[in-house]
Nanobody, 120 residues
Framework: QVQLVESGGGLVQAGGSLRLSCAVS????????MGWYRQAPGKQRELVAT???????NYADSVKGRFTISRDNAKSTVYLQMNSLESEDTAVYYC??????????????WGRGTQVTVSS
């Protein structure tokens, strides 16, 4: 069984910072792409940032220059450093990863999400 567990969400004032973490656990052979998505109330889930196993990154235009995605392959963990937060960043943030378990094919997994609330 593979689990993705997010942490680091919370309430922050506009202009502040938060750092999200997502740890992947289980009997894992390899992790390919990892990423963060978010879903605000009444809106569809949207991509925030992704990172490949080699470290190449991709960001939504709305967060470029403010958010940084990184990963620690030794810890099977992906991070999202969020700076200069805006009220529009308020959402539930979900971790996503392509994981291959030992004895299984590559599959895509989601975390349960962590709430980020930015007060103006």
């Amino acid at each position: 069984q593979v689990q993705l567990v997010e942490s680091g969400g919370g309430l922050v004032q506009a202009g502040g910072s938060l750092r999200l973490s997502c740890a992947v656990s289980g009997v894992i052979l390899t992790i390919n792409g990892m990423g963060w998505y978010r879903q605000a109330p009444g809106k569809q889930r949207e991509l925030v940032a992704t990172i490949t196993s080699g470290g190449s990154t991709n960001y939504a235009d709305s967060v470029k220059g403010r958010f940084t995605i990184s990963r620690d392959n030794a810890k099977s963990t992906v991070y999202l450093q969020m700076n200069s937060l805006e009220s529009e960043d308020t959402a539930v943030y979900y971790c996503n990863a392509d994981v291959r378990r030992i004895g299984a094919v590559m599959a895509n997994y989601w975390g349960r999400g962590t709430q980020v609330t930015v007060s103006s």
